[in-house]
């Protein structure tokens, strides 16, 4: 992948990271409740399942690392695209582990309210965040391999103290005062 990657690998990132963290904020399993309607007022007030905070959490994670490695530049734009493989591959491995915890949690809440062999399912919502999960690793886990290639922001974009370290300590020509005063400058500060 060459500097041309730069851009698709980032909207993918981003789009795959924006996909993650909401998948982790919706209803990962459900039940069929028309195999037990006698007993369907009993389980109504369960809220079939819980999001997985972990996930969404760690989605926003990998989101604001990508927006750290849009402005930064050199090893720490590195270490933040480590970063970012890093709450990546945990949002993937908090999807994997809430596959079967989600399940088990709602099967034991069904049975505190006496639904036992109930038919408990996945949501799509559950599956969109799990391949936008393994889309947002692979991405980030890319990310650190090829950020020292990618092109970065100009000092232009620098903090004004910064500026004062990158330029030449030489008296500024007549040329230069000039066009400081049309440019609404004082030089006389």
């Not at 989101?63 to 970012?84: M, Q, T, Y």
């Not at 990546?88 to 809440?109: I, K, S």
């Amino acid at each position: 992948m060459s500097r041309s990657g730069f851009a698709p690998l980032v909207v993918l990132g981003l789009a795959s990271g924006v996909g993650a963290a909401v998948g982790g904020n919706q209803l990962w399993v459900t039940f069929d409740a028309d195999e037990q309607q006698d007993s369907w007022g009993m389980a109504s007030g369960l809220s079939e399942s819980p999001s997985v905070p972990l996930a969404t959490a760690l989605g926003l994670v990998v989101l604001a690392c990508w927006g750290v490695v849009l402005v930064s530049r050199g090893r720490p734009r590195r270490a933040v695209a480590a970063l970012g493989a890093l709450a990546a591959v945990g949002t993937l491995a908090a999807y994997v582990v809430g596959f079967f915890a989600a399940a088990r949690d709602l099967e034991d809440d069904l049975a505190g309210v006496g639904l036992t062999g109930v038919d408990v399912d996945h949501t799509r919502w559950f599956w969109f965040g799990l391949a936008c999960a393994l889309v947002s690793a692979v991405a980030a886990v890319l990310a650190v391999r090829l950020v020292p290639r990618w092109p970065e922001m100009g000092t232009r974009y620098d903090a004004p103290g910064d500026q004062a370290r990158h330029e030449p300590a030489a008296e500024p020509s007549n040329l230069d005062l000039w066009k400081a005063l049309d440019e609404g400058d004082d030089p006389t500060r």
